[in-house]
C-alpha cells in the first residue's frame, strides 16, 4: 500500500491560514488523495480529495504537487473548531469500495 | 437524515464473551465498512462491504465476523472478545467521501 508522512503536530494561530503538509512519494497513477480530520472523540469527518488538479470545496483547499509526490491541506482561516488530527490518506477502488489507510496525522493545535 | 448510527456508544465485555455491535445507515450507501481505532493510532479497516451480499477483509480481520445484513445494516460480531480488541469501533458508508458514525468504546476485560 502506498503510505503517506505528515508531521506528528501543527500549530496555528486563530483566523490565520494553516498550511498542512503531506508527502506520498510512492503514489499511484491511480490513487487519490484523501483528507479527513478527527475532532475529539468524534469519528472522522471527510474534507476533500483530489486527483492531479488543485480542489477547492467550503472547507479547505488541497495543492497537489506536478509530480503527485506531496500535497497540502490548506485552511483558509483557522478557528477553533478547526482543531483536530487530520490524515492525508491514498485510496485506491476495488469491487466498487475505497479502502483508506489511515496513519497517525497531523494533530492541530489552534491557538486563541 | 440520522446519517450514520452506531449501538451500543459504550460496552464493557469479559474475556471470552460475544457481542455484536450494529451500524445502520440512511444515505441509500452500497458500501460499507468498519474500522478499529487503538489509543493514538490512525483507523485501521477490519472488514468492508462493496454492496448488499458481499462482504470482504480488510487489514485486521482476524477474531472478527461481519454481516451485511441489508443495504442499510452492517453488525460487526466478536465471537470471543480477547483483552487485544479494546479499542474504538467506528462504522462508515459510501466511497471516496465515506461518512462515519459517532463510535462504540470496547473495554474487553
Known amino acids: 500500500d502506498a503510505k503517506t508522512t505528515q508531521p506528528n503536530s501543527m500549530e496555528s494561530n486563530e483566523e490565520e491560514p494553516v498550511h498542512l503538509p503531506c508527502n506520498h512519494s510512492?503514489?499511484?497513477?491511480?490513487?487519490?488523495i484523501h483528507w479527513y480530520r478527527q475532532l475529539p472523540s468524534q469519528g472522522p469527518e471527510y474534507v476533500i480529495h483530489?486527483?492531479?488538479s488543485n480542489v477547492n470545496n467550503r472547507m479547505a483547499s488541497l495543492a497537489i504537487a506536478e509530480d503527485r509526490k506531496s500535497s497540502t491541506l490548506i485552511l483558509h482561516r483557522a478557528t477553533l473548531r478547526d482543531a483536530a488530527v487530520y490524515y492525508c490518506?491514498?485510496?485506491?477502488?476495488?469491487?466498487?469500495?475505497?479502502?483508506?489507510?489511515f496513519g497517525k496525522g497531523t494533530k492541530l493545535s489552534v491557538i486563541p | 437524515n440520522a446519517g450514520v448510527t452506531q449501538t451500543p456508544k459504550f460496552q464493557v465485555l469479559k474475556t471470552g464473551q460475544s457481542m455484536t455491535l450494529q451500524c445502520a445507515q440512511d444515505m441509500n450507501h452500497n458500501s460499507m465498512y468498519w474500522y478499529r481505532q487503538d489509543p493514538g493510532m490512525g483507523l485501521r479497516l477490519i472488514y468492508y462491504s462493496a454492496s448488499e451480499g458481499t462482504t470482504d477483509k480488510g487489514e485486521v480481520p482476524n477474531g472478527y465476523n461481519v454481516s451485511r445484513l441489508n443495504k442499510r445494516e452492517f453488525s460487526l460480531r466478536l465471537e470471543s472478545a480477547a483483552p487485544s480488541q479494546t479499542s474504538v469501533y467506528f462504522c462508515a458508508s459510501n466511497g471516496y467521501e465515506q461518512y462515519f458514525g459517532p463510535g462504540t468504546r470496547l473495554t474487553v476485560t
Open positions: 483530489g486527483l492531479t
Open positions: 510512492t503514489i499511484s497513477g491511480t490513487d487519490y
Open positions: 490518506i491514498l485510496s485506491y477502488s476495488g469491487a466498487g469500495s475505497y479502502q483508506l489507510t
